[in-house]
């Protein structure tokens, strides 16, 4: 199992920065390492969307709606990814999610909350 835990979220003025970490706290780096590791956000009413992932070669995937203001990246060191974001919007409001599969099966983090409103 995997266990994946998210921190970082918060309140932020439209036009800000917020940085989300998720980390594998219980996992060994060997675990680690090989895992692509996802974020996806759900907004109330929403579906859950996929907002970027990173492979263990660290190619990067984003959602169009993301482009240019988000950034994922990895410390394997630190058994940690990043989700760098600006440029925040208001429609960036959600609870966000790490994700990852391994052998088939399917972890979830217990999500960070993000508010973009002034």
């Known amino acids: 199992q995997v266990q994946l835990v998210e921190s970082g979220g918060g309140l932020v003025q439209p036009g800000g920065s917020l940085r989300l970490s998720c980390k594998a706290p219980?996992?060994?780096?060997?675990?680690?390492?090989?895992?692509?590791i996802a974020w996806y956000r759900q907004a109330p009413g929403k579906q859950r969307e996929l907002v970027a992932s990173?492979?263990?070669?660290?190619?990067?995937d984003y959602a169009d709606s993301v482009k240019g203001r988000f950034t994922i990246s990895r410390d394997n060191s630190r058994k940690t990814v990043y989700l760098q974001m600006n440029s925040l919007k208001p429609e960036d409001t959600a609870t966000y999610y790490c994700?990852?599969?391994?052998?088939?099966?399917?972890?979830w983090g217990p999500g960070t909350q993000v508010t973009v409103s002034s």
């Open positions: 219980r996992s060994i780096t060997s675990v680690f390492n090989p895992l692509t």
């Open positions: 994700n990852t599969n391994q052998y088939g099966s399917e972890y």
């Open positions: 990173i492979t263990s070669g660290r190619t990067t």
